[in-house]
């Protein structure tokens, strides 16, 4: 079950890869969920990549 999750994921990210290519904007909230968002896309191979936290 956890791996279809993850092929779903990884999925999706590859469709943003295919839109945006290299250019896409992940911005981090230092969750899992955000951090689970970039290692997806950067498994998918966009390179480079903006990134960005929110202040605090």
Same mark, same amino acid.
């Not at 994921?9 to 295919?18: C, D, H, N, R, S």
């Not at 955000?34 to 960005?52: I, K, T, V």
């Given at each position: 079950?956890?791996?279809?999750?993850?092929?779903?994921?990884?999925? $999706?990210?590859?469709?943003?890869?295919?839109?945006?290519?290299? @250019?896409?904007?992940?911005? $981090?909230? #230092?969750?899992?969920?955000?951090?689970?968002?970039? #290692?997806?896309?950067? #498994?998918?191979?966009? @390179?480079?990549? &903006?990134? &960005?936290?929110?202040?605090?």
């Amino acid at each position: 079950m956890v791996r279809e999750h993850a092929d779903r994921v990884l999925a $999706l990210a590859g469709v943003a890869v295919k839109l945006y290519g290299d @250019n896409i904007q992940c911005p $981090l909230s #230092a969750g899992y969920d955000s951090r689970m968002a970039l #290692a997806a896309l950067r #498994a998918q191979g966009p @390179n480079p990549m &903006s990134m &960005s936290t929110a202040p605090g």
